[in-house]
């Protein structure tokens, strides 16, 4: 009986791989392209399998509470990309009141330029 509790620990470790799904969510005024989420129930009808499995490779975090997205190209969540909305994993948040890519800040420096 001794070796079925290591088969027991592979077994329980290959069904919770398989209890992986993802989302996809469209994109937004500030994620402007198609993101996905991994989660780990089907309850909305998910679709199973990580979103590495289904091309979205690259990580993209939120600088507000730092929820993870995946992107599948990663100059899309760039903080210039997204107006310090987001960043990738090779940068910090900026902060919003400090943004020189938020939408007002770029339209004020248009204007101070005329």
Same mark, same amino acid.
């Given at each position: 009986m001794? $070796?079925l509790?290591?088969l027991?620990?592979c077994?329980a470790?290959?069904?919770? *791989?398989?209890n ?10 500030h994620?402007?392209? *198609?993101?996905c989420?991994? &989660?780990?129930?089907d309850?909305f009808?998910? *679709?199973?399998g990580s979103?590495?499995?289904?091309g979205f490779t690259e ?8 929820a &993870? $997205? @995946?992107v599948?190209?990663i100059? %899309?969540?760039?903080q210039d990309s997204? *107006?310090?909305y $987001?960043?990738?994993t090779?940068?910090?948040? &900026?902060? @919003?009141s400090?943004c020189p890519?938020?939408?007002?800040? %770029?339209?004020n420096l248009?204007?101070?330029?005329k």
């Amino acid at each position: 009986m001794k $070796f079925l509790a290591p088969l027991a620990l592979c077994l329980a470790s290959a069904l919770a *791989e398989d209890n992986t799904y993802h989302r996809i969510g469209p994109p937004s005024s500030h994620l402007k392209v *198609e993101s996905c989420q991994d &989660i780990d129930t089907d309850l909305f009808g998910d *679709e199973p399998g990580s979103c590495e499995s289904v091309g979205f490779t690259e990580t993209c975090i939120s600088c507000y509470r730092g929820a &993870i $997205f @995946m992107v599948k190209d990663i100059s %899309t969540c760039s903080q210039d990309s997204t *107006e310090c909305y $987001f960043r990738t994993t090779e940068e910090e948040c &900026i902060g @919003m009141s400090q943004c020189p890519y938020a939408l007002p800040a %770029t339209a004020n420096l248009r204007a101070s330029r005329k």
